[in-house]
């Protein structure tokens, strides 16, 4: 009887360590001929992520509608040259600063730096070689809980026009027994800089190419909003949501909040909006949820930090299409960039974002997928 039961408990072993792992397959290579690799993770549930070298991109979230069915949720390109042309971000990650910094200039202990200049007189996502548009090197990760795979970049003292040389590591976690996907960030830097790191994924959850969110239903708690000016500048104001369309404490309708005729929403013609998460305990807690009715899929943020960047796809014209050849409508997906707000170095009344030498910047932010 002991016999059997050690061969049935080894072959319960290894089929478990079969349905969580890790795989890495060429993905091609940039136009100078950089190669990228891809890491496809799967963990016991069935539940799938994958994501690329290249701008440490995440190319697939997969995950079950209340009948089991598993359908990739983030928006994504058919190979790295789609990437390399497109003025989007994408599900890249988002460095040295997420954000618009106003006059594309900062102060870092009294020395002023000039960044790269663009629209408006702006610096928006560190400039135009961010770092979604570099290769960083990657490995797979695994351990009792999770299956994964860490990227690295090293930002050298200058770049973008930041000081201090940086060491960036964004290790993607998909747990083995929960339909969860945890972003771990964490840098250390030579000398005092600022950083502000998240990732800019679009979120479908009806299916990354099957139309757009505006029937989706959003949840925040977030109480206040950055005020802006008329090149979304933020002005140093935070004000309350309440009353206006951007008050998402009651669940809401993406598509019923969308008044394309609020002074709020007409700027960008939908939400493009830097929100302040209501006072709650420090630590990774419950921060927002989306939920589409049709599929019954619904996704929970949790996360760190003190604010959060959301975007509903107001760019998206159909120009650019999926892996299945789908175009991408205007509102084809929501964006929940977890973030510090923009423009914190020149605000000093936002929380700071400033690094220094011995310290260690760490954050996480978790996608926890239901039906």
Do not use: C
Request: aromatic letters at 8%.
């Amino acid at each position: 009887m002991r016999r059997l039961f050690l061969a049935g408990l080894a072959v319960l072993l290894a089929s478990s360590a079969q349905a969580a792992d890790v795989k890495r397959e060429p993905f091609g290579a940039t136009k100078v001929g950089v190669p990228v690799e891809k890491t496809i993770l799967r963990n016991d549930l069935g539940m799938t992520v994958a994501a690329i070298d290249y701008g440490a991109t995440l190319t697939m979230v997969s995950a079950p509608d209340r009948a089991g069915q598993f359908e990739n949720v983030i928006l994504n390109l058919p190979s790295v040259a789609a990437y390399e042309a497109s003025a989007r971000r994408w599900a890249s990650v988002i460095g040295r600063y997420a954000g618009r910094i106003t006059d594309a200039r900062i102060t870092v202990d009294g020395k002023p730096y000039a960044l790269p200049v663009g629209n408006n007189n702006m610096t928006l996502h560190g400039g135009p070689n961010g770092y979604d548009k570099r290769v960083w090197t990657s490995h797979a990760v695994s351990d009792a809980q999770s299956v994964g795979v860490a990227f690295e970049l090293h930002s050298p003292d200058g770049d973008q026009g930041f000081p201090g040389a940086l060491d960036v590591t964004v290790t993607y976690r998909l747990m083995r027994k929960a339909n969860e996907l945890h972003i771990d960030y964490v840098a250390r830097t030579a000398a005092p800089t600022v950083l502000n790191l998240t990732n800019h994924g679009f979120l479908n959850l009806a299916g990354a190419e099957r139309g757009d969110v505006r029937d989706q239903t959003i949840w925040l708690d977030a109480d206040r909003y950055a005020e802006v000016d008329a090149r979304k500048a933020p002005s140093g104001k935070l004000l309350p949501v309440e009353g206006t369309v951007l008050d998402f404490r009651k669940p809401r309708r993406e598509g019923e909040a969308m008044k394309l005729d609020d002074p709020l929403l007409s700027p960008s013609q939908g939400f493009d909006h830097s929100l302040v998460f209501r006072a709650a305990k420090p630590g990774v807690r419950a921060v927002a949820w989306m939920e589409d009715p049709a599929s019954g899929r619904r996704v929970t943020l949790l996360t760190d930090q003190p604010s959060i960047q959301i975007n509903s796809g107001n760019g998206f014209d159909g120009t650019e299409k999926g892996p299945g050849g789908a175009a991408y409508p205007k509102y084809a997906g929501f964006a929940f960039e977890t973030q510090h707000l923009p423009n914190s170095p020149n605000q000093p009344a936002f929380p700071s974002t400033e690094l220094r030498p011995g310290r260690v910047f760490k954050s996480t932010t978790i996608l926890r997928f239901s039906k």
